[in-house]
């Protein structure tokens, strides 16, 4: 089983959709998670980061972590175009420096306007 | 992109050549990676730095080294090219400290062994 496992997608929603990208993981060490999200042909950016359990809010998107589910989601609310891209979550067991970060293979979407 | 630049950003070469991809940042933190990224692979570390001189082998290290002699610049060689490093290479670096650390990524170089 894979540290991280994350549905490539491809997604398709109409403009204005709630959308939602997963993650699972095998890790119970990891503590630290983020979302990152790649525009075509350039480098991956920070969307979200969020520790341990719990819920994050940025605007109009939502970070949830279930450590007993070993399971982590990102919500985007009245998705636009400009949201399309590939999304990838990672995680850490602490934070930052040495500790690797271990990528999803990331979840594609394309939001039709 | 967090002040992070690579150098070149494509290049084409041939199977056996030497070739250097040179990751430049401006933001003085400590920790520099570098990542490959294939499709039905994602992103997976190469080699990372922790300071001047100091590095570390990544998940795919094999064919590669690194160097690093000043805190903004970190060189990723492959010794002698092969087509199954035909890949895009991304650079990241992180601060190695405090609650929010994380890693800021470069705009990548795509490489292409002929």
């Known amino acids: 089983q894979k540290e991280v496992e994350q549905d490539p997608g491809p997604l398709s929603v109409p403009e204005g959709a709630i959308v939602s990208l997963n993650c699972t993981y095998s890790?119970?060490?990891?503590?630290?998670f983020m979302w990152y999200r790649q525009y075509s042909r350039k480098g991956p950016e920070l969307l979200m980061y969020?520790?341990?359990?719990g819920n994050k809010e940025d605007g109009r998107f939502t970070a949830q972590v279930d450590k007993s589910s070993k399971y982590i989601s990102l919500f985007i609310r009245d998705s636009q175009p400009s949201d399309s891209a590939t999304y990838l979550c990672a995680m850490s067991p602490s934070q930052g420096g040495s500790e690797k970060l271990v990528f999803g293979k990331g979840t594609k979407l394309t939001v039709n306007p | 992109d967090a002040g992070i630049t690579q150098s070149p950003r494509h290049k084409v070469t041939e199977t056996g050549t030497p070739v250097t991809l040179r990751c430049h940042q401006t933001?003085?933190?400590?920790?520099m990676y570098w990542y490959r990224q294939d499709p039905g692979h994602g992103l997976r570390l190469i080699h990372y730095?922790?300071?001047?001189?100091?590095?570390d082998k990544g998940e795919v290290s094999d064919g590669y080294s690194v160097s690093r002699s000043k805190t903004e610049d970190f060189l990723l060689t492959l010794e002698s090219a092969t087509s199954s490093q035909t890949s895009v290479y991304f650079c990241?670096?992180?601060?190695?400290?405090?609650?929010?650390?994380?890693?800021?990524f470069g705009p990548g170089t795509r490489l292409t062994v002929l």
């Open positions: 990241a670096i992180s601060e190695g400290r405090g609650s929010t650390d994380t890693q800021y």
């Open positions: 730095s922790y300071g001047v001189k100091d590095t």
């Open positions: 890790n119970s060490a990891f503590q630290y």
């Open positions: 933001e003085n933190h400590r920790y």
């Open positions: 969020t520790y341990s359990s």
